[in-house]
């Protein structure tokens, strides 16, 4: 067998930053230490699990203790006065595998000022996406868990995939601003990993090069939301690690999905290319250990509690009722981004909490007045059941955001005249819809319609619509199923 060849950072003998001078008097020390002993227990931290393995080496490759130990420092690189603690094993005194100092960046230039030294690193830059192992901000720091790894787990936490999505959806409603060094008010880092750390609730920040020791690898195929997709580039972290949230696939050609990621410049929630759009081969699905029930999609709510298919009536909704749906409809508006509005969770209870999310899950949808007034009905209902419609829009705003569609233009003679959004939504009739059916079919997109078309607004109409606008090239808001002027002139052109 052959020797095996070991590599260890010297930092430079000409910096005269106070890192590397402890580091270099701590390899003084342990070189004295391990010709003095011989490598046997005395000798402290990573020199001593050095001398142990090569010991090993000798003893099962027959080696003999003429043995020679080869070393082959790589280059180091300097940190620059901005960057207040380097990289563990130059300047900081912490061997690889052990927590860095609390806020301190695994990933060079990603640490938090040390005590009574500079402010955030100025590398806080989206080519460096890396913090480090570390505890909340403001615990007390968890013990090292020593050099083999970048921390041994704890017992993961059980926790549901609604949960999750719900965690992340906090950060992106509240808009958290990206940084390496700086920690949002749960006390979780405001980078990648530190976002899915928060999300999973492990009640500590991890960094792309531990994340993976609380999770199980999976295949694509597998992936559920809640599940992470994780690039971790061990040569050199801060090129090109990253960890995103998977929230679910776009369509049913698995070709995109959405994610849920910390980054420059604010938290997002986009509609991404599998596995990334930089290095995508190289990221690798993982599902995190302590998901409930995690095989089998539309498992983030238990059998007992998924909500009933049919409208249970409005009698079972508004002041004075308590009843299980009141709770069914709490869980499902919390999923639609509703998090905010229950504090305490759902309850059987109506309360003022479920008239707020119900009237910002109906406004999301672009209704007004009486079809807004915080009370389900059956289209509501249905809405949230078949997880269709939009999402409840995010704090700080009270109306859905203008969709982004091209102006639209003169259209020729002939084309009918516009009768306007509004028109076209659940529980409304009109001649014009029965037009822009009948204009569908002859278009060759009314697949959808098992009978009609007809005046009547139904869920058919909408999804031939969205086919429509998919054949423009539009996507996501832009191809919502809902005409809207620039769709009705390319209709009718």
Request: include cysteine; aromatic fraction near 8%.
């Amino acid at each position: 067998m052959p020797m095996p060849v070991f590599e260890e950072f010297e930092p430079a003998g000409d910096c005269a930053c106070p890192g590397c001078a402890q580091r270099r008097r701590a390899l003084a020390r342990g070189r004295a230490i391990a010709l003095r002993d011989a490598g046997l227990p005395a000798v402290g931290g990573a020199r001593r699990a050095l001398v142990l393995a090569t010991a090993a080496g000798v003893v099962l490759g027959a080696g003999g203790p003429a043995a020679a130990l080869t070393t082959t420092p790589p280059t180091p690189t300097r940190p620059t006065p901005s960057e207040p603690l380097p990289i563990p094993g130059h300047g900081s005194g912490v061997a690889h595998g052990e927590a860095p100092a609390h806020g301190a960046g695994a990933g060079h230039g990603a640490g938090a000022a040390r005590s009574g030294g500079p402010g955030p690193s100025a590398r806080d830059t989206p080519g460096s996406p890396q913090g480090g192992r570390a505890p909340l901000h403001g615990r007390p720091r968890p013990p090292a868990s020593g050099p083999g790894r970048p921390g041994a787990p704890s017992l993961a936490r059980r926790i549901d995939r609604a949960t999750i999505i719900n965690r992340a959806k906090l950060w992106l409603e509240a808009q958290v601003p990206y940084s390496m060094s700086e920690y949002w008010t749960d006390g979780y880092r405001q980078d990648c990993s530190g976002y899915v750390s928060m999300a999973w609730n492990l009640g500590t920040n991890e960094w792309t090069g531990s994340l993976d020791t609380f999770a199980t690898k999976i295949t694509k195929d597998e992936l559920l939301p809640g599940d992470m997709l994780l690039f971790h580039n061990p040569a050199d972290p801060n090129k090109g690690s990253h960890v995103v949230l998977f929230g679910g696939w776009v369509d049913e050609t698995h070709t995109h999905y959405i994610a849920y990621e910390q980054t420059p410049p604010l938290t997002r929630r986009l509609a991404t290319p599998y596995g990334y759009w930089e290095n995508g081969a190289k990221y690798v699905p993982y599902r995190f250990n302590g998901v409930a029930a995690g095989a089998v999609p539309g498992d983030s709510v238990p059998p007992a509690q998924k909500p009933s298919a049919t409208f249970p009536g409005a009698s079972k909704f508004g002041p004075g009722a308590d009843n299980k749906y009141v709770a069914e409809l709490g869980r499902m508006l919390i999923d639609r981004g509703a998090l905010r509005f229950y504090p305490k969770g759902p309850s059987t209870k109506w309360s003022e909490a479920d008239r707020q999310a119900t009237e910002a899950f109906q406004l999301a949808q672009g209704w007004t007045g009486a079809d807004a007034d915080g009370l389900p009905g059956p289209d509501t209902w249905r809405l949230l059941v078949q997880r269709q419609g939009s999402d409840i829009v995010p704090t700080g705003r009270t109306t859905p955001p203008p969709a982004p569609r091209p102006a639209p233009a003169p259209g020729p003679v002939g084309v009918p005249a516009y009768p306007g959004l509004s028109v076209f939504r659940p529980g409304r009739s009109h001649p014009a819809i029965a037009a822009m059916g009948r204009q569908l079919v002859k278009r060759g997109f009314g697949t959808h319609y098992s009978s009609g078309p007809g005046p009547a607004w139904t869920e058919a109409d909408r999804r031939n619509v969205e086919a429509f606008q998919r054949a423009q090239g539009w996507r996501g808001a832009m191809a919502d199923g809902y005409p809207g002027p620039e769709t009705w002139r390319r209709l009718f052109a």
